[in-house]
């Protein structure tokens, strides 16, 4: 059967690009809008080596009301969304606040407004386990409350969730599939995508790789004394491949009507907690290098511990993060190497 087509909002970021190739290996013609604020249009070479497809691709931001206009008209057969498309720094949040309230929300608004004149059957809601703050009890369900955002970056999701949700209870003509990421970490094992960070990386494995490659001097390990088993931090790291599958199945959920429900919410993550170290030292033990580290303080805001309960995913999508983090750490450093490699970083 040929399979409808699909927008991808931030199609060339991160774990967009991840999603656009594993919906192009089931078949789905894929359109992808990005402002290449945070991505390049490279990627989509990357994704086209992988697949043999080039994506069609639009370059306009989703907050442009005309031009998001304009790429309906040209492709009036888009029929399901993934909506990845957001400024997604914390820090810089705290410092430009309206930008991200304008960029992240009015994005969604757009789509929203659009998919309803349009007939497209369904959204897909890049969320995050941001949601749940510093969580009472570990591993975290899909029920267990939401706590306070503590930055407009996170606010931008919960408020999101909460559109999403009041747009499709007033009636709203399509469904919604809302993903609450964990950690997402790794890259394509082609290494022919993966992540790229701007400037310093505040995220734990580009920092980690930078480091390992000699780009960074040392990698600071925020706190050793937490209330953990080992001292450190833990997440629960999913591995990009896998999360991006899980968008084909939502997409294909909600294009297939195989739900009588509007909206549903699911936590994609592994179910297994990792601390840092655990994480340097899968690292280490995957790929033969060693990462130079000091311990340094904690940093500010940071979650104690955080992983999924990822079984309403598993058992209703019949999903699985199954990746090992070797393999994981592997991919991310065959990446690290492939920017060396091109003279990129
Ligand atoms: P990313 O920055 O790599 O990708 C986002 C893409 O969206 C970029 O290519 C950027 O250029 C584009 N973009 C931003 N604003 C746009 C606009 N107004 N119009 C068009 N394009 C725009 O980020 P990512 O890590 O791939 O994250 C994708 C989504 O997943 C985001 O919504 C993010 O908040 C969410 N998320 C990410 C993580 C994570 O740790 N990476 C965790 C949870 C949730
Ligand atoms: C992971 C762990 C750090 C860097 C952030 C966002 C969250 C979500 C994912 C989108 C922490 C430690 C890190 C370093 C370190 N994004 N660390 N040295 O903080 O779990 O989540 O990204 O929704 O909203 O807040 O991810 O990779 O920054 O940190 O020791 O140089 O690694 O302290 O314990 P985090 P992270």
């Known amino acids: 059967m040929k399979k409808e087509m699909i927008l991808v909002t931030g199609g060339t970021g991160y774990i967009g690009s991840h999603t656009v190739v594993e919906l192009q290996k089931a078949g789905y ?12 249009e490279e990627v989509l070479d990357g994704i086209t080596n992988i697949t043999g497809i080039k994506p069609e691709f639009v370059k306009a931001d989703c907050t ?15 029929k399901g969304i993934i909506n990845f498309a ?20 009015d ?35 899909e029920r267990s409350p939401i706590k306070k955002a503590t930055s407009p970056y996170g606010n931008t999701k919960q408020i999101s969730e909460e559109i999403i949700t009041d747009v499709i209870n007033a009636g709203a003509p399509f469904k919604s599939i809302i993903l609450r990421y964990f950690n997402p970490v790794g890259a394509h094992p082609s290494a022919e995508i993966g992540e790229l960070p701007n400037g310093v990386p505040q ?38 491949v896998d999360l991006a599958r899980a968008h084909v199945i939502a997409v294909e959920r909600m294009l297939e009507d195989k739900s009588d429900a509007k909206i549903e919410i699911f936590n994609l993550g592994t179910g297994n907690g990792l601390s840092v170290m655990e ?6 033990r995957a790929t033969g290098v060693k990462v130079p580290y000091k ?5 500010a805001g940071d979650i104690e511990q955080v992983w999924a309960d990822p079984s309403y995913a598993n058992d209703v999508l019949g999903w699985t993060a199954d990746t090992p983090i070797d393999d994981t750490m592997r991919a991310a450093w065959a990446w690290q190497c492939r920017l060396r490699d091109r003279g990129i970083m």
Do not use: W
């Open 203 to 240: 995220n734990l494995i580009p920092y980690l790789t930078q480091t390992a490659i000699g780009i960074r001097k040392e990698l600071s390990v925020f706190g050793d004394d937490y209330d953990t088993r080992d001292g450190y931090c833990i997440r629960d790291f999913i591995d990009v």
């Open 29 to 40: 013609p894929v359109v992808i809008v990005d402002n290449l604020s945070n991505s390049n």
């Open 64 to 78: 442009d009301m005309e031009a998001m206009k304009a790429l309906f008209a040209k492709y009036p057969g888009i």
């Open 86 to 105: 957001a400024s997604k720094a914390v820090g810089e949040s705290m410092q430009k606040p309206l930008l991200y309230y304008r960029n992240n929300l």
């Open 279 to 284: 994480l340097i030292e899968a690292f280490e």
């Open 107 to 141: 994005t969604l608004m757009n789509l929203l407004d659009l998919m309803a004149v349009h007939e497209v059957k369904g959204i897909v809601f890049s969320s995050s386990c941001t949601v749940y703050g510093e969580p009472d009890e570990n591993p975290v369900t």
């Open 295 to 299: 311990i340094a303080p904690r940093r």
